[in-house]
């Protein structure tokens, strides 16, 4: 029997507070800009705020890399903007987690200024450092933004790995001490009253002893070392500690963000028996569209692997630990320009794919500008970019390899992160009312059609939609905590399932297609609807729920027994 808990009856919101909304004209969103605009999140029947790191950074990595955990990035703001955030956030019986980024830490971080000072320094072994290997790196590791995760450092005459920015320099949770340092972090800020924390890339934090070189065949430079640090040999033993020392004393959420994470493994992440965390954000669903060579390899989502892998997903935790639904995120491009169709049937495919995912099993997060159907984003330069991994790849495919540009940028379009990252479009006026100065990165000229004003004045918008989609997740337990169960596992427009709960069942059914097509409920499927919960389209509500004809990205969910 699945346990209770707010986290999981909780819809969260995920705020990118640099392109969120900016309250003092200097074209970056701060925190201030944030609490103006806590209202809407009420209005919308959002439970949780999940803000992306707001840290005093020197931002190589938008604020990935953090040089001060206990104080506030300039650029957002001071504490005390931050403390009145908080309790306006809670004033209005919202929660608030904030981002835990402690695989790595800035190389401005006072720890790591004092580390490469000496080999014999007290925080030395705070981070990974090793001798080079017959002239070069100690090990064959690729960083994930590309190039070796070894930099060299002249003052000691050793490397130091960072399997991100060389500015990103890896924690060394081997040391019980840097452990202790961040246990006493967590509790600081969870003293100040916040309500738990999403960790970034946590299944990073245990490297395989030794940091052996990776299988190299095709004689790389540097290959990709994740099997010798995604989910490490003490990475269960940290979690369960973190959960000892600190998170069993708070009743908080927890998220973890663990790239290449298996359904096996997140049961026991998950598991509440042995006392690690409830939610991970596993990325299989949003590697489907990935051709052979990775994510800037593109290729078209085939309906049946989204199928396969979400009811894994569902399946695999259903009754032991607890899903995070997800389709869009800082890291990814805009759910409805990859999954839909941001043109001709935008609005449809908006709501459709968010009827699909808040009907599912576990905890759903939205990320600013899902609600109003915001779209991926198509900059005529590179020049007009700004996210490290976009720029990285691009030097090392046109610059480096002689790649084609104009094919480099359509990889760009469809998979680059600053889709997700372009300024929340408020309104049609300048800038689309994100900020009164110049915005940090430009915003997507679409904002006069697609903006929150129009979106909230109209009563048929994915933003009305969205309200309504949250507002029966609180007054329906079953589409909380109902079994779920995939039905037509081969069609390859249509995505079906049921879900069941206490005698009642949904059935929900999805057309990922911009074509008509006829839903036919198998004979060996037990279900009598009773009423038409949600549809994004006007039926009439007496059609046989058993067999009915589809509009394209069409959704409707039915409640019976």
Same mark, same amino acid.
């Given at each position: ?376 984003? &198509?900059?005529?330069? /590179?020049?007009? %970019?700004? $996210?490290? @991994? ?5 030097? =090392? +495919? ?75 997740? &609180?007054?329906?337990? /079953?589409?909380? %905590?109902? $079994?779920? @169960? ?5 069609? =390859? +427009? ?68």
């Amino acid at each position: 029997m699945t346990h209770k808990a707010w986290w999981k009856e909780s819809v969260v919101y995920q705020i990118y507070p640099r392109s969120f909304n900016d309250s003092n004209g200097d074209g970056i969103g701060d925190i201030k800009g944030i609490t103006e605009k806590l209202d809407y999140l009420k209005d919308l029947g959002v439970d949780v705020i999940w803000l992306s790191p707001v840290y005093k950074s020197p931002n190589d990595d938008n604020g990935y890399d953090i040089a001060d955990y206990h104080a506030i990035m300039d650029e957002f703001g001071t504490m005390s903007d931050w403390e009145e955030l908080l309790d306006e956030i809670h004033q209005r019986d919202m929660k608030l987690i904030m981002d835990l980024v402690v695989n790595h830490s800035s190389d401005e971080h006072q720890w790591f200024q004092e580390s490469r000072k000496s080999k014999d320094n007290a925080y030395r072994d705070y981070y990974i450092w090793r001798p080079g290997k017959d002239g070069k790196e100690p090990n064959n590791w690729e960083s994930n933004f590309g190039g070796s995760a070894w930099e060299y450092d002249e003052k000691t005459g050793e490397y130091y790995l960072h399997l991100f920015s060389k500015k990103q320099p890896d924690l060394n949770w081997e040391n019980p001490k840097l452990r202790q340092e961040i246990y006493d972090m967590m509790k600081w800020w969870l003293d100040k009253g916040i309500d738990g924390f999403r960790m970034d890339v946590i299944n990073f934090i245990s490297k395989i002893p030794g940091l052996p070189d990776a299988p190299n065949p095709e004689g790389k430079n540097y290959v990709t070392g994740k099997n010798y640090f995604r989910n490490g040999p003490r990475i269960h033993e940290f979690l369960h500690e973190m959960h000892e020392e600190v998170l069993s004393h708070y009743d908080v959420m927890t998220v973890g963000e663990m790239p290449g994470v298996k359904v096996n493994e997140a049961k026991k992440y998950t598991n509440p028996e042995r006392e690690e965390l409830q939610m991970v954000f596993q990325f299989e669903h949003m590697g489907l569209d990935n051709g052979p060579n990775g994510k800037w390899d593109l290729k078209p989502l085939d309906l049946r692997d989204l199928k396969e892998s979400i009811s894994r997903w569902q399946n695999g935790l259903q009754g032991v630990g607890w899903n995070s639904l997800y389709l869009n995120n800082h890291d990814q491009p805009r759910i409805v320009s990859r999954f839909g169709n941001d043109q001709e049937y935008r609005v449809e495919s908006a709501k459709m794919l968010g009827t699909f995912l808040h009907m599912l099993q576990g905890t759903p997060y939205i990320y600013q500008g899902e609600e109003i159907g915001m779209t991926n984003v &198509k900059f005529d330069s /590179i020049d007009d %970019y700004r $996210d490290i @991994e976009i720029l990285n790849m691009y030097k =090392e +495919k046109v610059e480096e390899e002689g790649a084609d540009p104009d094919k480099v940028m359509e990889s760009i379009y469809e998979k680059g992160r600053d889709n997700g990252r372009t300024p929340f479009q408020w309104d049609a006026s300048e800038n689309a009312g994100f900020t009164t100065g110049e915005p940090w990165m430009k915003v997507n000229p679409n904002y006069k059609q697609i903006n929150a004003a129009q979106a909230v004045a109209d009563d048929d918008s994915v933003y009305h939609y969205y309200r309504q989609l949250i507002a029966l997740r &609180k007054n329906h337990p /079953i589409i909380v %905590y109902g $079994d779920y @169960e995939l039905i037509l596992p081969d069609d =390859e +427009k249509i995505y079906a399932y049921m879900r069941s709960f206490k005698g009642e069942k949904l059935l929900v059914v999805t057309n990922f297609s911009e074509e008509n097509v006829s839903f036919e409920l198998p004979h060996d499927v037990s279900f009598e609807a009773k009423e038409m919960l949600i549809s994004n389209y006007m039926n009439d509500t007496s059609e046989d729920y058993r067999t009915f004809a589809l509009k394209p990205y069409e959704a409707r969910v039915y409640k019976g027994v």
